[in-house]
DNA sequence: CTTATATTCAATTATTTAATTGAATGCTTG
DNA sequence: CAAGCATTCAATTAAATAATTGAATATAAG
């Protein structure tokens, strides 16, 4: 190979590896899961992965640099957010491959569901036939801004902490369906064991708005 | 959040940064370049990406550790390979983020293809149509093993060493598309090159093999 | 203009990563 | 069994990365 592609080739992997050095980190990793939820601020997104706003902000910064996330002046504060749905698949493809080549996410993974007595894997892809056919209820149990942020067409917002009040409404003898963030994410879990225990048919769908997206399905933002 | 549910987190990303870290390295990513197209020993790797033996083994190390390939012995040799089509997806994603969110990665990109005469774009799409439905005559200017680990029907192996000589039995008065590696591979342009000077009609095809299979086409192994 | 709040920056220290070099290991051949 | 070849390992040195802490900056409110 002549000098001058060797140098091309140089120059353009030293460039690319910005991105891979972005996703080197648990930090940042979680930070753009949380992102992947909806804009946030950066005292939000501290509170959410434990970390000091100082740390948390020199992590966004390098995240930034890299070009997977934006930041917006809002007042006071700044609101970061995803660059991309590019961005959103590479994380997706990324915690797919871990998920599928690394035995320690399996192991891990695991053992956090059947702490939550939620290990048994129900037919994910039956359930979402269901969910596009209308047959079920879905709800949507994340903070109501994430709801906003974008939710699946259709899904009532019923945040976890609102279940026992708004429970009351939900027909008794149509099933359920509940989602959160994605399969390692708790909310639709406790939804699902609450809502079992009042006498309600729930099932937890496992994935969440970044996997519909990435299956290629439409998303709905504001209150519908 | 419980401890216990940020111990998880804690945990589940540490693991998933493996797979980060191992994309964080601007000649791990050369490698895993190179192994997309095809298996290859250690040392032809070395040569490819102009390291030492030792220090290109060092990163296989960590690349295989972090399972995204995986290697077998072959006698003194060792052949590394990609783990799977997965890994595959998670390079062209990276890649296509960074060519559309880096600057940089543009920059250097189009300096290269125009010190090539290459800078003009075709209308990829259509040509993929065309490849499709047989219209042309389809050239793989790789080297021979890379075609025989996997190529695109129908495509004809003339590695571009041996142009020159296979040139003749090139039927003259139908168009030819040629493609290699992918955009940044200099041998489609080289080649494209070549045949206009002769008087053949023949176009570059910037996609590879890998972005074949993004698309979800089969492709064939072996000889034919 | 001053104070409060949110955020970023800079310096320091500790840890991790990367390239080099020479030794060690595994397989093949004679 | 010894020599050759390919590959990996280990130690060393230098560079890069990460968390903490306190200072600096930007915006809003009184």
Redesign the interface.
């Known amino acids: ?1 002549t000098s ?3 140098q ?23 930070l753009l899961d949380v992102l992947s939820q909806g804009p946030r601020t950066v005292e939000s997104i501290a509170n ?3 970390q000091s706003v100082a740390n948390t902000s020199q992590h966004l910064q390098i995240l930034r640099s ?3 996330i934006e930041s917006e002046r809002n007042g006071v504060n700044i609101i970061y957010r995803l ?2 749905q ?2 959103l ?2 994380c997706g ?6 998920e ?3 035995l ?2 399996r192991q ?2 695991e ?2 569901l059947r ?1 939550r007595g939620a290990l048994e894997r129900t037919d994910n892809e039956t359930l979402l036939e269901r969910v596009r056919r209308g047959e079920v209820t879905v709800l949507d149990v994340r903070p109501t801004d994430e709801f906003l942020a974008g939710h699946i067409p259709g899904a009532i917002s019923v945040p976890l902490s609102e279940l026992e009040q708004k429970m009351a409404d939900l027909p008794p003898d149509r099933e359920i369906v509940a989602y959160c963030r994605g399969p ?1 994410c ?1 909310m639709s879990i406790e939804a699902v064991n609450r809502l079992n225990e009042k006498g309600y048919q729930a099932t937890r769908w496992e994935e969440g708005v970044a996997d519909w997206v990435a299956r290629g399905f439409a998303i709905q933002t504001g209150a519908v």
């Open positions: 190979m001058s592609n060797r091309f080739k140089d120059s353009l992997y030293e460039q690319l590896a910005r991105i891979g050095k972005a996703l080197a980190s648990p930090i940042r990793l979680e959410e992965v434990n890299a070009r997977v660059a991309d590019e961005v698949g590479l493809v990324l915690r797919r491959v871990g599928a080549r690394l320690e996410v891990v993974t053992a956090f702490e390692l708790v």
